[in-house]
């Protein structure tokens, strides 16, 4: 039995040390590595959705969403107008 001891000890030794390989390469290599990737990964996607998201938040003049605005405010007025005009004139005043 006792070659039967030895085996389970050598096992026992080769799990340990295959444990604590993984724990070295999970803090030296993976941690690391992850970290690296989120930053890489926030930069190129949070940079352009910024510039989206200044393009269609009102900043005061330059963005889309306030020309957008502008426009709705100059459609809305035209609307009045030719609502107004066409109250007081007809088809029958058309010669």
């Not at 330059?62 to 030719?82: A, F, P």
């Not at 066409?86 to 058309?94: A, C, F, G, V």
């Amino acid at each position: 039995m006792k070659d039967f001891g030895d085996v389970v000890i050598y096992l026992g030794a080769v799990a340990a040390a295959l444990a604590a390989i993984a724990v070295v390469f999970r803090f030296a290599v993976l941690n690391p590595w992850k970290r690296w990737t989120e930053r890489l990964i926030a930069t190129r996607v949070t940079a352009p959705l910024d510039k989206v998201h200044n393009e269609v938040s009102p900043n005061g003049g330059g963005s889309m969403k306030d020309q957008v605005n502008r426009i709705e405010l100059k459609v809305n007025l035209i609307s009045e107008r030719l609502d107004r005009h066409l109250e007081t004139h007809t088809w029958k005043d058309m010669p």
